[in-house]
């Protein structure tokens, strides 16, 4: 794999790099904003990013949004940053951060979160196909949630939370179980990131009884998307 990295410090670039090529990838470092989006901006060719946040010209976080606006959902992009306040972090994945590391760099950790991310590229031996719940559409080969026919614009992380739940409607998902499955790693209970991607989707996608469904939760037990059994039931809520 390719794997693109923004970073201003040599030295750290080169950490990086060696780690990566240990790990039988290939990459490609740059030390602006600017040159990394000349670079993206081609045919790039490249499988993931790496950002840095704070770097010369132009943030690691602009250049995550020219990312998704321009090149859209599906290239992986992984932070790296010294930034350690929440809502710094909760900034990052809202704006369509993959996942972010903190520094300093470990290789173990750097490698494993790298191999999770790209794993969500790899060619699978069948595509799956588009499915619908209430009156919703999903599309999970476009990435694509629609609400009475409307796709709904999602974050990267928004979208893997909603597509799990319309995967598993009436299914009870504890903290820690969607922490894992959609962050590929443990959420701390005092973190709001979960939950504001919670409140997001269902504000986004009006998780309502008027639309078949709806979102519960509980703090003690998980969350779970119940699937209304008619619309009497709905107009009865």
Not at 72 to 96: K, N
């Amino acid at each position: 794999m390719h794997i693109a990295i923004l970073e201003d410090d040599t030295a750290q670039a080169q950490l990086v790099q060696s780690y990566l090529s240990d790990a039988g990838h290939q990459s490609t470092s740059f030390n602006t904003g600017k040159s990394m989006l000349a670079a993206l901006a081609r045919d790039h060719g490249f499988n993931m990013l790496i950002l840095d946040w704070e770097v010369p010209d132009i943030s690691g976080l602009d250049v995550l949004r020219w990312v998704r606006t321009t090149l859209g959902q599906a290239l992986p992009v992984l932070f790296l940053t010294s930034r350690t306040h929440e809502e710094d972090l909760v900034q990052g994945l809202q704006a369509g951060a993959d996942d972010y590391m903190m520094k300093p760099i470990r290789r173990g950790e750097l490698t494993a979160r790298v191999t999770a991310l790209l794993r969500r590229i790899a060619p699978s031996p069948q595509q799956e196909a588009p499915f619908s719940l209430a009156v919703y559409d999903i599309d999970p080969a476009q990435e694509r949630i629609s609400l009475n026919g409307e796709a709904i614009e999602l974050a990267p992380k928004e979208y893997e939370l909603a597509l799990l739940f319309f995967h598993n409607p009436d299914r009870l998902f504890s903290r820690d179980v969607l922490s894992s499955k959609v962050w590929n790693r443990e959420i701390p209970a005092t973190s709001r990131t979960l939950d504001t991607h919670l409140s997001n989707i269902r504000r986004k996608l009006q998780l309502r009884p008027e639309h078949g469904v709806r979102l519960v939760s509980s703090y003690a037990l998980g969350y779970r998307l119940e699937l209304l059994a008619n619309q009497q039931e709905a107009s009865a809520l």
